[in-house]
């Protein structure tokens, strides 16, 4: 090694260390919606500093592809950044079937540039590496797909599904163990890929809509780790301090997210939700209570303090800005107005905070469950829009329900319940909710929409 | 090319990284977990430095392909991860003036 090689080595360390406590500060400065801008800054500071000390390596010669690789996927970034806000759980999917992409793509090149000279440890973590990137690609396309409608939202089941999926990902880690004791079967590879590939679409087949919060964020822990183990197969701390940062960042969404559905991983992955129970055709003929919008809107200038529970349907509808003009007409009035959030709420974690903040409405407005569910009994008016199994009272009361556990916002102790709800069908997950029989709770039949856009007339703060 | 006092660097790296993750990420407000989502996403995309010696390098025909591809996939998720992030964040203003900007 020349000492010209040496420094410019250090120099592209030293790049490298900047960018990781770059990407450490841009997480750090994501606590507080104030400072989180900044976060951006220092993200993109870090990466551009990573690729130039990366093109400052020695050996590198073919700049020009490197050039129009980088060009190109620019170019498919910019709409990838550009889509409606309704649609960032998608978006969010498929970036993260890109970046198991380049892990999945770049492990295999590394595997055929390397065989059959190739360590224990090191082909261990290769395994590791494009078994996860391979199943995180398949099953976020799939995920993307049932997010946009493409695919069917319902899960899909079938006899002997778990015992398949745990028997295809079985094989590909023999396919691996044989690998790591006989690296020289290199034909072993590709098989093993596809196995990861089919394991990540089965994965997702039974998983519902409902469920898509819990399994976006598991499939970003996935993307991250995949990434931590390229790290070690490139021996590059700044890869493995990156995947680590992401891979931790999805585990720790899961989690939340499974509190809040009150289930766990496996359950979430094994056991497919929203089979309609047969239980649920016996509820059809209890009376409800309706209203109009006149008499909504009088029951809501009335009121003191009104709690909005927003929920997929509210998106779904597009009645965001029409929420937003009611949040207006009622603050006008002196009347104090704040959000529900639960946690699940939307497609994705924290969804249903930038559809909102996307309407204009202040973000200290918006409040996570734990800290709003004991004001509901000091609230004149829970209006619940397009939300349903997370107001669920029978998560508190019925053991029998399949939903029995899971944290709900406790609407059903505000003085009035108002729901808007297209028609009495079940929710996403074909539960019934007992909420709507309840004598304190007032049903507003029709589209969101529409539906808001009417007792904002009515309260003579439309701008129509 | 990894021996194995560098793998045991590796895995204090891994670790550690892994616990600085844990501990910055439990503060993030739960408002800005999808922000939060896509600026994760984006920063993973540094694998891109992988993709780009493979290209770079161009040792093989198939390493050069792949690497190619694998450019341009984690080039967008750069590209369109921190431009949505950043779209998300101006969205969110508080009603305090104070705040405003």
Known sequence: MTPEFAGGQYIIEILYLIASVLFILSLKWM??????????????????????????????????????ALVLGAIIGVPLGNVAMTAVPQRTALSHAFGALCVTLVGSAEFYLR??????????????????????????????GKLQEILPQRPLTYKGQNFVNLLLLAVALAIAVTLVLYP???????????????????????????DMPTVISLLNAYAGLSAAAMGFVLDSKLLIIAGALDGSSGLILSIIMSKAMNRSFTNVLFGAFGQVQASAAAAEAKPVRSATAEEAAAILSAANRV?????????VAQAQHKVRELYDALTKRGVDVRFAIHPVAGRMPGHMNVLLAEADIPYDHLVEMDEINGDFP????????????????AARTDTSSPIYGMPILDVDKAHTVMVIKRSMNPGFAGIDNPLYYLDNTLMLFGDAKAFVGGIVRELGGGHS | MSSSSNLINALFIFVLAGFIGFEVIRRVSPLLHT???????????????GAIVLVGEHAS???FAFGFVAIVAATSNIVG??????????MFKSSRPANKS
């Open chain 2, 35 to 49: 922000p939060l989502m896509s600026l994760t996403n984006a920063l993973d995309a540094i694998a891109v430095v």
């Open chain 1, 378 to 393: 000091q609230t004149d008016v829970a209006l619940v829009i397009g939300a349903n199994d997370v107001t669920n009272p």
């Open chain 1, 31 to 68: 606590s507080s919606p104030a400072s989180a801008r900044h976060g951006i800054w220092a993200g993109e500071a870090g990466m551009v500093l990573a690729i130039i000390g990366t093109l400052m390596r020695n050996g590198l010669h073919d700049y020009r592809m490197i050039a129009m």
């Open chain 2, 81 to 90: 991860g921190f431009f949505i992030t950043d779209r998300m964040l101006k």
């Open chain 1, 115 to 144: 065989t059959p000279n190739i360590s224990r440890f090191m082909m261990s973590v290769l395994s590791v590496e494009v078994i996860l990137g391979g199943l995180t690609i398949t099953g976020s396309l799939m995920a993307a």
């Open chain 2, 61 to 63: 025909r198939l390493s």
């Open chain 1, 184 to 210: 020289d079967r290199s034909s072993l590879f590709p098989f093993m890929v596809l196995l990861a590939l089919i394991f990540g679409v089965l994965l997702i087949i039974p998983i519902g809509g409902a």
């Open chain 1, 307 to 315: 709690i909005v529970v927003p929920g997929y349907g509210m998106a």
